[in-house]
DNA sequence: AGGACGATTAACT
DNA sequence: GTTAATCGTCCTC
């Protein structure tokens, strides 16, 4: 896709991203569930704080990758969208594997049926070989790590919205997309409220 | 320098 | 339904 795809406001790329074929050699998956994290404005983005070594990348202009690391052991993919500076960007949560089978098994050996290959967003992000390495890739250029097409047309009564997944802040917006009734869709699941400690609060000694 | 937590997943009961 | 795994990042002191 065009820079100017990327370029717009994160919302209407987010909506716009879901039947879209993101492609990584041989694979190719057909985004089936997408969030959007609005950058400076989104208490749950990772850019909400400023601009660190980690989400320098969504800083900077659209149209290009963002791949962090969590829970120690998962990877997962954005793409950098909106006007330059907003750092805002699309997760891709889900997927439905239409080429590269093969490859795409032996990248996800966990999975049990294909229907699970790109189901969630570290399994997406591992199906499509997508590292740390990659994170500030290009993604409007040709032989990059991750490349965007246009897939068949979506229509758009198919398109729901809801709450964004397995957050705990800015619960009540409804930045995450889908496409009604595909089995790829992973199922809603609330940010799990922990307690919060004294070293957090920085109340924890007297004054 | 220390510690809490995470845009999750797989493997359990 | 529950929970362990596992470590980079960032906040706090």
């Not at 790109?118 to 997508?130: E, F, T, Y």
């Not at 995450?176 to 940010?191: H, I, N, Q």
Request: aromatic share 8%; hydrophobic share 40%; with cysteine.
């Amino acid at each position: 896709m065009p820079r100017a795809f990327f370029a717009r406001p994160v919302l209407e790329v987010a909506h716009d991203l879901l039947g879209c074929v993101v492609c990584a050699g041989p694979v190719s998956v057909r985004l089936t569930e997408v969030e959007a994290y609005q950058g400076l404005d989104d208490p749950a983005s990772h850019a909400f704080r400023g601009p660190t070594p980690r989400t320098q990348v969504m800083f900077g202009p659209p149209g290009f990758l963002y791949v962090y690391f969590t829970y120690g052991m998962h990877w997962c993919a954005n793409l950098v969208c909106g006007p330059n500076g907003t750092a805002s960007a699309v997760l891709l949560r889900a997927g439905e594997v239409i080429a590269g089978h093969e490859v795409a098994r032996q990248r996800r050996p966990a999975a049990r049926v294909d229907r699970d290959l790109a189901r969630g967003p570290a399994r997406l992000a591992g199906v499509l070989g997508l590292t740390g390495t990659d994170s500030g890739a290009d993604l409007c250029v040709r032989g990059g790590p991750l490349s965007v097409m246009a897939g068949s047309t979506v229509d758009s009564a198919a398109v729901r919205n809801g709450p964004r997944v397995g957050i705990r802040v800015a619960t009540e917006r409804p930045w995450r997309f889908w496409l009604d009734g595909e089995p790829t869709v992973s199922t809603f699941r609330p940010g799990v409220l922990r307690k919060r400690t004294n070293a957090q609060t920085g109340r924890s000694k007297l004054k």
